[in-house]
C-alpha cells in the first residue's frame, strides 16, 4: 500500500507578462518550474498533487501549488478546469490528476531531447 505524500503549501502565484527575477527557473532535469493550479477541497486537485509528488521522486522535477482563490485573478480563465498544470504561462494539462498524463507533459519535447543528445566537438 502506497503512502500518502505529504501535502505541500500552497504557494501565491504572480502571474507578470513582463520577465521578473521571480520567473521561474529551470529545474536540475533542465526543465521549468511546473505550476499547478488548485482549489482547496477538489479532489482531482488532490490527486493531482500526489501524482506530481511521486513524479518529482521519480523524475527530480519541480512544481509548486496555487491555490486558484487566493492568487492572481488571471489564473480565473481556469476556474471551471481544475486541476491545471502549467509550464510557465501555458497550460499543459487540465481536468486531469492522471500520472501517466502528467508525467507525460512533463517531459521534454522531442527536439529539447534530441538537442541533449547531441555532442559537437
Known amino acids: 500500500m502506497s503512502r ?3 501535502a505541500r503549501p500552497v504557494q501565491k502565484l504572480n502571474v507578470d507578462p513582463e520577465p521578473t527575477d521571480s520567473m521561474p527557473e529551470p529545474d536540475s532535469t533542465g526543465g521549468n518550474m511546473y505550476t499547478l ?3 482547496p477541497g477538489c479532489h ?3 490527486q493531482a498533487e500526489e501524482s506530481l509528488a511521486q ?3 521519480e523524475r ?3 512544481w509548486r501549488a496555487v491555490n486558484i482563490d487566493d492568487d492572481d485573478p488571471a489564473l480565473a480563465q481556469y476556474s471551471d478546469d481544475l486541476p491545471v498544470l502549467l509550464d510557465g504561462p501555458r ?3 487540465k ?3 492522471s500520472k501517466v498524463a502528467l508525467d507525460k507533459a512533463t517531459k521534454p519535447g522531442m527536439w529539447s531531447r534530441i538537442k541533449s543528445s547531441l555532442h559537437f566537438n
Do not use: F, H, M, Y
Request: glycine share 4%; net charge negative; hydrophobic share 40%.
Open 4 to 6: 500518502k505524500p505529504e
Open 37 to 39: 493550479v488548485v482549489r
Open 44 to 46: 482531482l486537485c488532490e
Open 55 to 57: 513524479i518529482e521522486s
Open 60 to 62: 527530480g522535477i519541480e
Open 91 to 93: 497550460a499543459v494539462t
Open 95 to 97: 481536468l486531469t490528476s
